[in-house]
Structure formats: C-alpha cells, structure tokens
C-alpha cells in the first residue's frame, strides 16, 4: 500500500508551485501579498511554541513515568480536572505547544479530561500570556483577571462535560510505530503537528484576507452581536495566545466582554488548532470538541464580562 498524502507533502507542493511561478503576475497582486504576510505570521508565531510543545512532549512520554503522573493529580477525576486547568498557569507556551503535550498525557493513560482540560487552559493562562495581556491593556487589571478567569472556568467545565459526555473511541492517536526515543518522538510530533499547523494558517490567511473590515463596525454597538463576532474572528484569525491581547486591545469599538470573548476564544477554538487537532486526535474528536469548546468558551467569558 502506498503512502498516504498528508499536510506536510501538500505543503511541500505548493512550496514548490510558488518558487515556480514566483515571477507571475498574480503575486503582485495586494491581495496576494497579504495573503503571504498573514499565513508567515501566523507560522513564525506559532512555530517556536510548537517547537517548546514538542520537546515537552517528547520528555514527558520518555521520561515521566505514569507512576509519577498519577501521584501529582488527585485520584477523583471530577477534582483532577480543575487540578489540570491551574496546571496550565506554570507551563509556557501557545496552543501549538499544548497539542502535542496532551497528546503525549494521553499516550502515558492520564484520563482524557484531564489532559483536553489541561490543552484548553494552559495557552490563555500561563504567565506569558498574562503579562502580554497586562502590556496590551494597561491600567486594566480587570482584564488580566477576567481572561484567567474565564479561560480557567471554560477549560474546567469543558473536562467535566468530557468526563460525563466524552467517549474514548472518538480520540484516534497517530501511530508512533516501533520509535520509542526522545529524538524520534519529537521528530514525529513536529511533522504531523508542523503540517496540519500550516493547513491552518493557510485556512486562517484566506479567510483572513476576504472578511471586510467594515463588517465589524456594524455589529459594534449591538452587544450580543458584537460577542459573537469577536469570538468568530478570534477564529478566523487565528493568532497565538501571545499576541492576540494587542489585536483586542486595537478594537477600540468594541465592549470589554467583546474583548473578553476574542482572549478566551481564540487560545481554545481556531482554524490551525482544528486542524492540529484533527491531525493528533482525528476528525471524529475535533468536529465534537470544537464546536462544544465555542460555546463553553463564549459563555464564560459573557459571565466573566458581567462581572467585570
């Protein structure tokens, strides 16, 4: 049987199809050129933290014992869950990295909701993330507070939601073969999660270049409407958790909660995290949790936002 095509021969494809035709016409075009800047960005942002997330998860699955792992969580699942989410504030890193560290949790047989609790969490509130958001929105403390708030809450009542409703035949891990080593896991993690994060940022730099800049300020001033829309653009946009503050923080038109919504959002439901996380999990996983995590995610930080 031959070997299947996957994102990482699609992406060589059309490296190669761009250095071919790089003297065409349709790459002057502004459009285009915006394309490219978007889809660059998003992959050398993203690329360091997967990078950090595959090294982690390459040490956590040859040196952590499942013994060890065990120990540190609380034996009840329901109090292991909210453990995982403030596990999440001592790790840096974006949602890149945290793919392929839950992935790696679930290969030692840490309990599904705990690890997809620990993913959710750990790229909105690690210390990183939590002083970017404090630079973005000075003097607003508030800020700070509502998105680890709501991001922890989202994250923990997504692990309960998983523990009671989750199945464990909807997550199908890649198969590492007879490779056991630090090196050769970490190789393989980078590619498969390497080539579905750069099928995202393509989705998310298309997408990105056709929505209207003028939509946004219709929807501005109707409070509902304009939650909405900043947790759909947060993904659409895709932007790593490092640096999506300062982009909410530039729609000056927008509500707190709006804003709140986009910060709590985009670090859990994205274009290129779908799809890595359909390259880790499968497809059955990723079309259940992320519209689910959408949800939870918009309404916590609406709950968060009335607070503040």
Not at 244 to 253: L, R
Not at 256 to 263: D, E
Request: charged share 10%; aromatic share 8%; net charge positive.
């Amino acid at each position: 049987m031959g070997k299947r095509i996957g994102s990482v021969e699609v992406l060589a494809a059309v490296l190669v199809l761009g250095v071919l035709l790089r003297g065409a016409e349709i790459f002057r075009a502004p459009i285009v050129q915006t394309w490219a800047a978007v889809f660059v960005s998003i992959v050398l942002q993203a690329l360091p933290f997967l990078t950090l997330g595959v090294v982690l998860s390459a040490a956590i699955a040859v040196f952590v014992s499942r013994d060890l792992l065990v120990r540190v969580l609380p034996r009840r699942p329901v109090l292991a869950v909210p453990a995982a989410a403030v596990a999440g504030v001592v790790l840096p890193g974006c949602e890149c990295g945290s793919v392929p560290v839950a992935g790696a949790l679930l290969r030692k047989g840490i309990a599904p909701s705990v690890a997809l609790t620990f993913l959710l969490a750990a790229p909105a509130v690690n210390p990183v993330v939590l002083v970017a958001t404090a630079v973005a929105f000075p003097g607003q403390p508030g800020m700070v507070l509502g998105r680890a708030a709501a991001s922890l809450l989202a994250a923990t009542v997504m692990g309960w939601l998983w523990l009671r409703r989750g199945r464990s035949d909807w997550i199908r891990m890649p198969e590492h073969g007879h490779e056991h080593g630090f090196l050769s896991r970490a190789r393989h993690d980078f590619l498969h999660a390497g080539g579905f994060l750069v099928v995202g940022a393509m989705v998310a730099a298309t997408l990105n270049v056709l929505v209207p800049g003028r939509w946004l300020q219709v929807v501005a001033d109707e409070p509902w409407l304009a939650v909405l829309a900043m947790a759909g653009l947060a993904v659409l946009l895709s932007i790593c958790s490092e640096a999506d503050a300062f982009v909410a923080a530039s729609f000056t038109q927008f509500s707190t909660t709006a804003k709140l919504a986009f910060l709590v959002v985009g670090p859990m439901v994205d274009m290129k995290l779908f799809a890595m996380q359909t390259g880790m999990f499968g497809r059955r996983f990723a079309i259940r949790f992320a519209p689910a995590t959408f949800v939870v995610a918009t309404a916590s930080a609406v709950a968060i936002g009335a607070v503040l």
